[in-house]
């Protein structure tokens, strides 16, 4: 048993390249639609989190993955051998806003840290270390960018640095947030903590934990948590392998749990709507299993799983384990709210187990009237579609590991699982040799649901476009989104495509420097357009300005 529970950790724990393309690349394509993105409905702020945007992974309670920020057309340069750096990582999720625009909060898996990005700046103040974990120094951050010739010798070197199991690294520091009163929350391992500033008016004094409290009790012998986030209430929701934890903000009360059904079990984060909804995608434990979407409520530091408070769950399909980057049986999309406000119909989103996945939409509230029957057995159930990503039907593999990249009624995918031959055991020791080591998966795709028909319809396709790792983003000012990828002939590099044709529209080159490395974090951007990309060995900020870049690396 302790075996089984051991793989199913590993299972649980575990970004877009540019290559010349025209018009004539991209499949598909829908009209403008007649409203520009930034002033269609969008998720309510959450007035318990620091900022409406960047205080959470994921962007915002509802994990669309949008932020404002515009974002300039253009081709840049970077050259991160000129940089002044320090160490973190291996995996820097993201970014944290903080209360002041001044300062942001730096997430790793190895430490919490303070960085001024004002005026342009991003210099680390002060940091300390995730409880339990030895902050990784530069040195050993060196060996893991370093080049390899092949798998086995960057396999080697990467245990030499984090052990026997690499992807061990990912149960820490792996969903992170920001309340509002500037404490910053993370984990390590079974381990709760929140962190604050040691004097509020003076980051450069430090940054000390403030509270901590270990899980293990609670949480149904899950080996690491999974993720987290607030209510809009002011509760602390922390998500296990195998339940949910609602605590109270000073990490002090466990109020309540909640045990996910015994065939399941959870390898990503929760999104939350407005009115206590808390959206669960579970895997099975078996392969090819059908997992389970699930809404429960959550208000007042209780768990309902009650229909008649508002709850429901529904099964989706499963398949077998992926050769790379993607970890578990099922789902690794955290679930994806669609549709805000006065919007027509309200869905949450996922992709799907199979191995050429689906997207899948269900009906988060009542079911409308005018639903149309997908499955007679499966009622919450609003649709499904085939993705491709423009790739040929003889691929084996589309599936994706990061969640779905929503604005207004269109979704957007990557396929990160790479057509390869090597055996690859590690999820970590995959995601840095995937690029320069290992040839790159390719292959995005943007859907539309049509509300008047209840169903998706094709956008647009580039199967020429490369995304590892990176989750995407979308900036709603800019009508782009952003992927990290690699280019045998340039490296790494960060793309924006329109939204709305596929087309490239941006391109921010970083090189063969495998700092450039994303490792599983998410693409952001400063409000003046600077590029903030959380590397493998710690975020850096690049300065986009008249088609070159200046680069700062923290």
Not at 59 to 73: G, I, L, M, R, W
Request: proline fraction near 4%; charge should be negative; aromatic fraction near 8%.
């Amino acid at each position: 048993m302790k075996k089984k529970y051991l793989s199913l950790f590993i299972l649980a724990i575990g970004a877009a390249m540019f290559t010349a393309c025209t018009d004539d690349d991209i499949n598909g394509g829908n009209e403008n639609p007649n409203i520009p993105l930034a002033e269609l409905s969008k998720p309510k702020a959450n007035p318990w989190l620091a900022q409406e945007e960047y205080s959470i992974t994921h962007f915002n309670s509802a994990q669309t993955d949008a932020f404002t920020a515009k974002v300039k057309d253009g081709t840049f340069y970077a050259d991160l051998t000129k940089c002044k750096t320090t160490s973190s990582g291996p995996v820097n999720l993201m970014t944290l806003a903080s209360t002041s625009p001044k300062y942001m909060w730096g997430m790793s898996s190895d430490r919490v840290s303070i960085i001024d990005v004002s005026n342009g700046n991003f210099e680390r103040l002060a940091e300390v270390g995730l409880p339990g974990i030895t902050m990784k120094t530069q040195e050993q951050l060196n060996i893991l960018t370093s080049s390899y010739s092949s798998y086995s010798e960057l396999a080697t070197a990467v245990t030499g640095v984090l052990g026997a199991a690499p992807q061990m690294s990912i149960a820490n520091g792996n969903y992170v947030l920001c309340d509002k009163d500037n404490y910053v929350y993370t984990n390590a391992g079974h381990i709760m903590a929140r962190y604050k500033l040691k004097n509020p008016n003076n980051p450069k004094e430090g940054i000390e934990l403030d509270s901590q409290i270990k899980l293990t009790p609670y949480i149904n012998n899950s080996y690491t948590l999974v993720g987290a986030t607030m209510t809009y209430d002011g509760h602390l929701l922390v998500a296990a392998q195998n339940a949910l934890v609602v605590l109270n903000r000073e990490l002090t009360t466990v109020e309540d749990t909640y045990q996910l059904t015994s065939t399941q079990i959870l390898t990503n984060s929760i999104a939350l709507d407005e009115n206590g909804g808390v959206y669960v995608a579970s895997n099975n434990k078996e392969a090819n299993g059908k997992g389970l979407m699930q809404k429960l409520i959550c208000k007042n530091g209780r768990f309902s799983d009650s229909e008649s408070d508002g709850a429901w769950k529904a099964e989706y399909d499963g398949g077998p384990m992926a050769p790379c980057i993607k970890l578990g049986y099922g789902t690794r999309s955290t679930p994806t709210l669609m549709g805000f406000g006065n919007d027509e119909d309200k869905l949450v989103v996922i992709t799907d187990g199979a191995k050429r996945m689906k997207l899948v939409a269900f009906w988060r509230d009542a079911i409308p009237a005018d639903a149309k029957p997908v499955d007679s057995s499966n009622k919450r159930l609003a649709g499904t579609f085939d993705i491709t990503c423009g790739l040929p039907t003889s691929t084996e593999w589309v599936q994706s590991e990061q969640s779905v990249v929503t604005a207004g009624y269109d979704a957007f995918v990557v396929n990160n699982i790479s057509q390869t031959t090597e055996k690859i055991n590690d999820k970590i020791i995959g995601v840095l040799a995937i690029g320069p080591t290992v040839e790159t998966p390719r292959g995005v795709e943007c859907v539309s649901w049509n509300t008047k028909e209840n169903k998706w319809e094709a956008k647009w396709t580039r199967a020429d476009v490369s995304s590892p790792s990176m989750i995407p983003a979308v900036s709603t000012s800019s009508e782009m989104v952003f992927v990290s990828g690699w280019n045998d002939a340039t490296g790494w590099e960060v793309t924006g495509l329109d939204w709305h044709t596929g087309t490239t529209r941006h391109r921010t080159i970083l090189g063969k420097d495998n700092r450039a490395n994303g490792a599983y974090a998410i693409i952001q951007f400063f409000d003046n357009g600077d590029l903030l990309y959380n590397s493998v060995s710690g975020p850096f900020r690049v300065e986009i300005k008249k088609n070159r870049v200046r680069t700062k690396v923290y």
